[in-house]
């Protein structure tokens, strides 16, 4: 072919020429009162949310303040050791690990994306690809800031009671950019071509961990009034945004109409309001981890239907990816933040200690989730629903009791109380390995019911229900070690009870009905 049947794509954007019509089309159909009300409608539920966060941001100012004031909290759950981290470091590991996983669901997102039929109408024509796809990245980043900045701030001071309103204001905005910096590290990511092992990958995002960990240091330090490093941090972000947006051109149509899928697949589960549905949505490819050795244990079968289940559960458990990188994740982020966190009241730091335990217990809970997209094949069994929701829940309460023992391990080495504490976690991660059982069978809210008015508009009245299933046996078996932790010692009644409660737990996922 020569250089004169070379032409340059023509500079027709199918995109804005979509969105034009769309809009001419919808113009068109579009009565005012009804722009008057939805407008309205979102003016109040503005207004409200802004109104409600206001007050919480007040209360918990004045709450917390008093609660971290060492002369009127009285003692400390545990005490920070000689080998404290400097003041500051919990912020920033709280901080690393939020834009951390803002750069992890990004990719999963694209963060560049398309639709499936943009994909296959739009990516086949000769035309030049980054006016199809920088506009809605352009969007994400702006909602991407204003969200992570508005969130910021409640969590801000709660962190840093001593800072400015202004600090505040500056360490949030300074986060919001942190945060587009991550999408747009995702962004390089998903430029580059794929890497063909998980140690490629590994390496490939350590530089934007790097820099990530940079910029949290940069947060905390702006919240003292740094105008310098604000100005700084959002002149990488634009660099990286300059380096992005010249490279929109050879992301693979496929990682862009996968991304868009996913997109497409998270913003659905999200509408309906199904939290397993998003974790499928964002979860990575089924694959397993390939072994010869649990091959040969499978395949020896058991000797009753229920040892064929529990031993098909396990291998299947064991060979699942990434089943313990968030438990794991979890205990180092609250250890850092125990040890650099100063001495804080008991409450709080119990409050710590349930927020990391509901955070760990869905991860464990994926098999199930799987499992539980058709209910109907656990009917086809020769065994009864109760004894295959048995079977589902050996080994996430299995590891579960492993990590809360190691986690009550850590507090009794920090001196919270006596070694007893261990075997009350033990006990109580059995109860937690139910609950995620528990939440993975989570059954899809009635929308046939009439929904119920709410300040933030009309529910459906079963989806209460449905998505606290899981949270609310987690705080059952929470309850007796929380205050065990308060005591500092393990009474033979509170070690009972907790037993009790963990048994509950199994019960009540055993024999609770679908609906």
């Given amino acids: 072919m020569t250089a004169e049947a070379v032409q340059a794509p023509p500079s027709f954007n199918p995109v804005r020429f979509t969105r034009q019509a769309s809009r001419a089309f919808s113009r068109g159909r579009t009565r005012l009162r009804d722009v008057f009300v939805d407008v309205y409608t979102a003016v109040l539920t503005a207004g409200t949310i802004g109104a409600l966060a206001a007050g919480l941001v007040l209360a918990l100012r004045e709450q917390v303040a008093l609660a971290w004031n060492t002369d009127a909290a009285g003692r400390t759950l545990v005490a920070p050791p000689s080998f404290a981290l400097p003041?500051?470091?919990?912020?920033?590991?709280?901080?690393?690990?939020?834009?951390?996983?803002?750069?992890?669901v990004a990719r999963k997102l694209g963060p560049a994306a398309v639709s499936g039929p943009e994909g296959y109408w739009w990516l086949s024509l000769p035309l030049e690809r980054r006016p199809m796809v920088a506009g809605g990245l352009?969007?994400?980043?702006?909602?991407?800031?204003?969200?992570?900045t508005v969130l910021y701030l409640p969590f801000g001071f709660v962190m840093d009671l001593e800072t400015s309103v202004r600090g505040q204001v500056l360490a949030a905005a300074t986060f919001g950019v942190g945060a587009v910096c991550a999408?747009?590290?995702?962004?390089?990511?998903?430029?580059?071509?794929?890497?063909?092992?998980?140690?490629?990958?590994?390496?490939?995002?350590?530089?934007?961990?790097?820099?990530?960990?940079?910029?949290?240091?940069?947060?905390?330090?702006v919240a003292a009034g740094s105008w310098a490093l604000a100005v700084g941090s959002l002149g990488v972000t634009v660099a990286?945004?300059?380096?992005v947006f010249a490279r929109l051109d050879r992301i693979p149509a496929r990682e862009l109409i996968r991304g868009g899928a996913v997109s497409g697949h998270t913003g659905a589960a999200v509408y309906l309001?199904?939290?397993?549905?998003?974790?499928?949505?964002?979860?990575?490819?089924?694959?397993?981890?390939?072994?010869?050795?649990a091959a040969r244990w499978y395949a020896r079968g058991g000797r009753t239907p229920f040892g064929a289940l529990l031993r098909a559960d396990t291998a299947a458990f064991l060979r699942t990816r990434g089943l313990w990188v968030r438990p794991v994740l979890v205990l180092a982020v609250f250890l850092v933040v125990l040890l650099a966190g100063g001495a804080q009241p008991p409450l709080v730091q119990l409050g710590m200690i349930a927020a990391a335990v509901l955070a760990a217990v869905p991860a464990l809970g994926a098999v199930a989730r799987r499992t539980a997209i058709m209910p109907g094949l656990d009917m086809l069994l020769p065994l009864p629903?109760?004894?295959?929701?048995?079977?589902?829940?050996?080994?996430?309460?299995?590891?579960l009791a492993l990590w809360t023992a190691v986690l009550c391990a850590l507090l009794v080495l920090l001196g919270a109380g006596s070694p007893?504490?261990?075997a009350l976690g033990a006990l109580a991660g059995v109860g937690f390995g139910a609950s995620a059982v528990r939440g993975a069978y989570r059954v899809q809210p009635d929308w046939t019911a009439p929904p119920i008015d709410t300040p933030f508009g009309p529910m459906p009245s079963a989806q209460a229900g449905s998505m606290v299933r899981g949270v609310d046996t987690t705080l059952l078996a929470l309850v007796p070690l929380l205050l065990g932790l308060f005591l500092g010692y393990v009474p033979g009644?509170?070690?009972?009870?907790?037993?009790?409660?963990?048994a509950v737990c199994v019960l009540v996922v055993m024999y609770s009905s679908p609906k």
């Fill in 420 to 422: 007893a504490l261990i």
């Fill in 385 to 399: 629903v109760s004894v295959v929701k048995l079977s589902r829940m050996a080994l996430p309460a299995a590891a």
């Fill in 138 to 148: 352009v969007r994400r980043l702006l909602l991407v800031w204003a969200g992570t």
């Fill in 493 to 502: 009644v509170l070690l009972l009870a907790q037993a009790g409660f963990s």
């Fill in 240 to 243: 990286f945004g300059l380096v």
């Fill in 183 to 221: 999408v747009l590290l995702a962004g390089l990511q998903q430029a580059r071509p794929a890497p063909q092992s998980a140690a490629e990958r590994r390496r490939g995002s350590l530089p934007g961990l790097l820099v990530l960990a940079l910029l949290s240091l940069v947060t905390v330090r």
């Fill in 273 to 293: 309001m199904d939290l397993n549905e998003v974790g499928r949505a964002l979860s990575a490819e089924p694959d397993g981890v390939a072994s010869a050795r």
């Fill in 87 to 104: 003041d500051g470091a919990a912020a920033a590991v709280l901080v690393f690990a939020a834009l951390a996983a803002i750069l992890v």
